[in-house]
């Protein structure tokens, strides 16, 4: 049996709650066997137990990045470099950039586009140990009409039996969550533009019965207001962008449909991802704050009428990259919300709405030992967690640069 306790200042066992002062973490055999006081940690573990104490650091769970794509590379033109990439290069870059996440303190991601189940290899791997990196819940490739948001990556179907099909296919390929392009997007210039649906009421309902059948949640890649109630109503469980973006010619900013959408979404429990991140930061610079206001401003009203939001960066298109989930963070400040509200999306209700509650996202007695030990305290600074002394995932340790002395 190995146990190791962990003591800082103070300990975060939820964000949503009160932390405890002078707190420790007892994690034995990867899992997290007692929090609480220093003091009272001390005393119900065998004194033999090696404590690892961290003075004016944070203990909290380990962090999640609801959006990425490990598949591409974050720099230039991803999708040329994916292209040119083959399968062996592309999973070596893959296992390279899931290190950058977890040195980052993310613990867990879901990939929500991917080219030839790569992910899935990569999330068998991390799992056994046999590779480093955050726990992976991976969609394989994503449905889309032919020509549509993303078809290079694989999930071409075009009505509701090829859907259902490439939903099947997905599954068995092993998929963990079932990714529907439900509007175009930017990263496919031929396809649909990102306010035009791509799949009808019927079609978005097909994919999310057939994942239900096999136990699967479904993430819409929605913008337009059209995708976003077709999504909605078809009963998927997280809806990712969420921009309500209108056509051009429109009045600035989200149509008037948003409004009564973010209503339904909050009183049917849906979760959304607004995928803040570093783009916004390249954004600015060419458009200025009064072009992102709209957005911010948006996500802001989502969350005053009660909407779960979730972090997510969307790393891997241009822009976003693997090591920069705090800047994602702190776009949620720059909307508006405060900083409690801001870890609990990046925590506690993330891993619920990912279903992975019950394995993480929380400091508590049986979940997998998820956590990061930060200098600071990030209820008070979100550049806290840029300062990480320790990244522990399901039990092992690792600093951001190599593994931590002692703890295996």
């Given at each position: 049996m190995t146990a190791r306790?962990?003591?800082?200042?103070?300990?975060?066992?939820?964000?949503a709650?009160?932390?405890?002062?002078?707190?420790?973490?007892?994690v034995v055999d990867g899992r997290i066997e007692l929090v609480g006081t220093y003091s009272e940690v001390h005393r119900r573990t065998a004194p033999q137990t090696p404590v690892h104490h961290f003075p004016g650091a944070t203990i909290l769970p380990g962090l999640i990045d609801c959006h990425v794509h490990l598949s591409m590379s974050g720099e230039g033109d991803a999708v040329a470099t994916l292209d040119a990439s083959d399968d062996?290069?592309?999973?070596?870059?893959?296992?390279?950039?899931?290190?950058?996440l977890l040195n980052a303190g993310v613990t867990t991601v879901?990939?929500?586009?991917?080219?030839?189940g790569l992910a899935f290899a990569l999330r068998d791997a991390i799992a056994a140990g046999r590779l480093p990196g955050p726990r992976i819940l991976a969609a394989g490739a994503p449905v889309t009409v032919t020509g549509g948001h993303c078809w290079y990556l694989g999930g071409q179907a075009d009505g509701v039996e090829e859907i259902r099909a490439v939903v099947r296919r997905n599954v068995q390929n092993g998929a963990d969550v079932i990714k529907v392009m439900a509007t175009g997007g930017g990263l496919t210039p031929d396809g649909p533009a990102p306010w035009v649906a791509q799949y009808t009421d019927e079609e978005v309902r097909a994919a999310v019965e057939e994942a239900r059948r096999f136990g699967r949640p479904v993430a819409a890649?929605?913008?337009?207001?059209?995708?976003?109630r077709i999504a909605l109503e078809a009963g998927v469980d997280t809806l990712e962008h969420c921009t309500f973006i209108p056509p051009p010619g429109s009045a600035r900013g989200p149509d008037d449909a948003a409004a009564e959408l973010i209503k339904k979404i909050a009183a049917e429990g849906t979760?959304?991802?607004?995928?803040?991140?570093?783009?916004?930061?390249?954004?600015?610079?060419?458009?200025?704050?009064?072009?992102?206001?709209?957005w911010l401003d948006l996500v802001r009203h989502q969350h005053e009428q009660g909407v779960r939001l979730l972090a997510g960066t969307d790393a891997g298109i241009p822009g976003s990259g693997f090591g920069q989930y705090v800047d994602g963070l702190e776009w949620f400040a720059r909307a508006g919300l405060d900083n409690a509200s801001i870890l609990t999306a990046a925590t506690s209700a993330a891993a619920d709405a990912l279903g992975v509650g019950h394995r993480t996202g929380r400091l508590r007695t049986g979940l997998e030992a998820d956590l990061l030990v930060v200098d600071g305290d990030p209820r008070t600074e979100l550049a806290a967690l840029r300062r990480s002394l320790l990244v522990l995932a399901r039990g092992r340790a690792f600093r951001p640069r190599g593994e931590f002395g002692g703890l295996r």
């Open positions: 306790i962990l003591h800082a200042d103070l300990v975060l066992p939820d964000p709650d009160q932390g405890i002062a002078d707190g420790a973490v007892l062996r290069s592309l999973l070596l870059a893959m296992a390279g950039r899931a290190q950058e879901r990939d929500l586009g991917d080219r030839g890649h929605v913008h337009g207001s059209d995708g976003v979760s959304v991802c607004p995928t803040f991140s570093a783009v916004l930061d390249e954004t600015i610079k060419r458009i200025g704050e009064s072009g992102v206001r709209p």
